[in-house]
């Protein structure tokens, strides 16, 4: 059986080398085995008939019975389309063809009473189905059953795969072979989940007769994909942290117990202290660390951070932070320089913009040891990049980073050093579990004592005159506001008018020399961006209008007004984190989110959760809802975990039970090596090679 889901999808009744190529291109569809696991996305119950005068909603499917009349061609030479009137006995609709008129209406009688399916419609105030499917009632099969729809595309439909046709190949296939698959989950499991077998589920996916058939059938695959997705993980992780060596730091040291004692800025929270211990544990094991810390806006990971880098250097090792942006990079060694400044200890700061000049110096006393904290860009990724004795790397805001370039932070010394990938954009769990299923997470969950919470509030437009009122009355106390303009790369120059529009418009609401307002964007040069920036940390100017330069990276206690403009184009995660720039002093903070009327479902949602929660895992469990994983694990995460079936925006539990299920199993039998568990070292010897290691960060 095997051999044959091997068969070239071209051999296959209905396809041949044309159509092979087509599926090759748009599905990824080579063999008999792709187009098994090319499942449907969702089902009709075609036993259910409406009737005209009752159709459900707009853009619904609908089966219909009835006559066709009226059979005619309208419009103009050049847009012509077939037009005919369907009749039940509650009333008519209107069907519509824009392609292929003249074949489809020499195919038409008039009065034989046909079955109808198709997408309704609302045009120019009539209720219509555009190219409806149309079965004369003497042909329709009398097993109503379930129909599937699979996903096509454009150039597929042109070549009479839609999603009929790819229904039809599947029928083909089962139609001319007895598809009996290999079994690859042990009893015990498949009793324990209570799963159906793999061969029924593959038949029940595509064919099945009710909804305890889909059911079934869904959730024995969504299972099976996790579980080895999750077993997958769970080995790469035993293998590196038996293969990899990792620095064993035995003490605090003298620097830690200094800055903890005399120069810490204020009393640690429980969280931060239960990941403290949580890294140091990880330092005395003698294996490579790899662990995920997340912490929301302003948590306090960069001190959680500078406290292991101090373990390091007082074991007389080298540490370094690398950030995705150079404002990032500046900000963190600005923080650091003035936490460390009382103590011996030598920092330096290299990114793109460092001069030549200052790079040979630094990179000799990085070298020689000279330097115990570099804190940079990706410039730290450089050849000539050496240090003496490399025992620890940050890496913060660690999504902007591609998998490759975390990689080169390995190579600096012979035993790669202990890594700590940071971020401030909560991960929902399922995720956590998936992408970064071989790494160890902890979480900072709690907030510095003294933050007050930001009050959020949704605006329109039409409210701007009362918004440049509270503006006003906030810069009368003392405070400084941010404004931001989205920039998206697709309308780059579109979104930079829009920001000197605003910032225009600003300056004449808001006039010299009563009031001073920055303005920074990407296109500025790096001096000018921080001078600009300088200005408004100084509290020399009371307005800064920015685009999403400013999301990370900016600390200013004395900004308290966080104003979004066109907040709909922003997504959850970065809303969130644009309003961690506030909040940061003593003074109550505000984030306004400015929107026109016309907001799609999506953006009122992302409106609605932003005004009823601050909780950064809260919002990324809405925001994984919305956007599904692949967009919210970014371009550089993109296409490297691609699930057939499993939806990890939905599916939470089964990812639950199918890591715990793997978890048991390993612990039981760590290499696989009992009978039972043969047909499964198989398959995951399998994996481990068609798979990229993307969880780890080497």
């Known amino acids: 059986m095997s051999e044959l889901l091997q068969t070239p999808i071209e051999f296959l009744k209905g396809v041949g080398p044309q159509r092979a190529q087509l599926l090759q291109k748009e599905l990824g569809i080579f063999t008999y085995g792709d187009l098994l696991h090319t499942y449907p996305y969702r089902y009709l119950d075609r036993s259910i008939y409406h009737k005209c005068s009752e159709l459900p909603y707009i853009d619904s499917y609908v089966q219909l019975v009835g006559t066709i009349d009226n059979i005619k061609e309208v419009g103009t030479a050049r847009f012509k389309r077939l037009s005919a009137r369907f009749t039940d006995s509650t009333g008519s609709i209107e069907f519509i063809w824009f392609q292929g008129g003249q074949w489809i209406k020499q195919m038409l009688v008039a009065g034989l009473p046909y079955q109808a399916f198709g997408k309704a419609k609302v045009i120019n105030g009539v209720w219509t189905i555009p190219h409806p499917e149309l079965t004369p009632m003497?042909?329709?099969?009398?097993?109503?059953?379930?129909?599937?729809?699979?996903?096509?595309?454009?150039?597929?439909?042109?070549k009479g795969l839609n999603?009929?046709?790819?229904?039809?190949?599947?029928?083909?296939?089962?139609?001319?072979?007895?598809?009996?698959?290999?079994?690859?989950?042990?009893?015990?499991?498949?009793?324990?989940?209570?799963?159906?077998?793999?061969?029924?589920?593959?038949k029940k996916i595509h064919r099945p007769n009710n909804e305890i058939d889909i059911k079934q059938a869904r959730f024995r695959l969504k299972f099976e994909e996790l579980f080895f997705l999750q077993l997958e993980m769970l080995i790469r992780k035993g293998t590196r942290i038996q293969a990899i060596k990792g620095h064993v730091f035995e003490q605090s040291g003298e620097l830690l117990n200094q800055f903890y004692a005399h120069h810490l800025p204020f009393e640690l929270t429980n969280a931060q202290k239960r990941v403290i211990k949580e890294i140091r544990k990880d330092f005395l094991k003698g294996h490579h660390m790899n662990r995920l810390l997340q912490g929301d806006v302003g948590s306090g990971k960069t001190l959680v951070a500078l406290i292991a880098m101090l373990i390091a250097v007082g074991n007389r090792f080298q540490a370094c932070i690398m950030a995705p942006t150079e404002i990032l990079a500046n900000q963190h060694y600005e923080t650091i320089r003035e936490l460390v400044k009382d103590i011996d200890i030598k920092l330096a700061l290299l990114t793109g913009s460092t001069k030549k000049a200052a790079r040979i110096p630094l990179f000799d006393a990085l070298e020689k040891g000279e330097i115990n904290i570099l804190i940079g860009t990706h410039a730290l990724l450089e050849d000539p990049v050496q240090f003496h004795n490399l025992g620890f790397v940050v890496i913060d805001e660690q999504h902007r980073f591609g998998v490759a370039q975390r990689g080169k932070m390995w190579r600096k010394n012979s035993i790669p050093p202990h890594i700590l990938v940071m971020t401030a954009t909560p991960i929902p769990r399922t995720l956590a579990m998936t992408f970064y299923g071989d790494l160890d997470v902890s979480v900072i969950d709690e907030l510095p004592p003294g933050r007050k919470p930001i009050s959020t509030i949704h605006r329109f437009d039409s409210h701007r005159l009362a918004l440049f009122g509270f503006m006003r009355k906030e810069i009368a106390l003392g405070r400084q506001i941010y404004i931001v303009y989205p920039l998206i790369k697709e309308s780059e120059k579109l979104d930079f008018n829009n920001l000197m529009d605003g910032f225009e418009a600003i300056s004449r609401s808001f006039p010299m020399p009563e009031y001073q307002v920055s303005i920074v964007h990407g296109k500025m040069k790096p001096d000018a961006k921080e001078y600009e920036m300088q200005r408004f940390i100084k509290g020399e100017t009371h307005i800064m209008v920015a685009t999403t330069v400013i999301e990370v990276g900016v600390n200013v206690p004395n900004?308290?007004?966080?104003?979004?403009?066109?907040?709909?184009?922003?997504?959850?995660?970065?809303?969130?984190?644009?309003?961690?720039?506030?909040?940061?002093?003593?003074?109550?903070?505000?984030?306004?989110?400015?929107?026109?009327?016309?907001?799609?479902?999506?953006?009122?949602?992302?409106?609605?959760?932003?005004?009823?929660?601050?909780?950064?895992?809260?919002?990324?469990?809405?925001?994984?809802?919305?956007?599904?994983?692949?967009?919210?694990?970014?371009?550089?995460?993109?296409?490297i975990l691609e699930l057939k079936i499993a939806d990890l925006s939905k599916d939470g539990e089964i990812v639950n039970s199918a890591r715990e299920t793997a978890k048991r199993l390993i612990e039981n039998d760590p290499d696989l090596l009992l009978p039972a568990h043969q047909i499964l070292r198989e398959k995951v010897i399998t994996l481990l090679k068609e798979r990229p290691n993307w969880g780890t960060i080497g």
């Open 559 to 639: 900004a308290s007004v966080m104003i979004i403009e066109s907040a709909e184009r922003f997504g959850l995660a970065q809303l969130h984190q644009l309003r961690g720039r506030v909040g940061r002093g003593a003074e109550k903070s505000y984030c306004i989110l400015m929107t026109g009327y016309e907001l799609s479902k999506e953006a009122k949602k992302r409106m609605g959760t932003m005004v009823a929660t601050s909780d950064g895992f809260e919002i990324a469990e809405v925001d994984l809802q919305l956007r599904g994983p692949g967009d919210l694990m970014g371009t550089q995460q993109s296409g």
């Open 163 to 202: 999603t009929k046709g790819i229904e039809k190949l599947v029928q083909h296939l089962f139609f001319q072979h007895d598809i009996q698959t290999k079994e690859f989950l042990p009893e015990h499991i498949i009793k324990e989940q209570e799963l159906i077998s793999r061969s029924e589920a593959l």
């Open 138 to 158: 003497n042909e329709v099969s009398k097993k109503a059953g379930f129909q599937p729809f699979y996903s096509s595309t454009e150039k597929l439909n042109q």
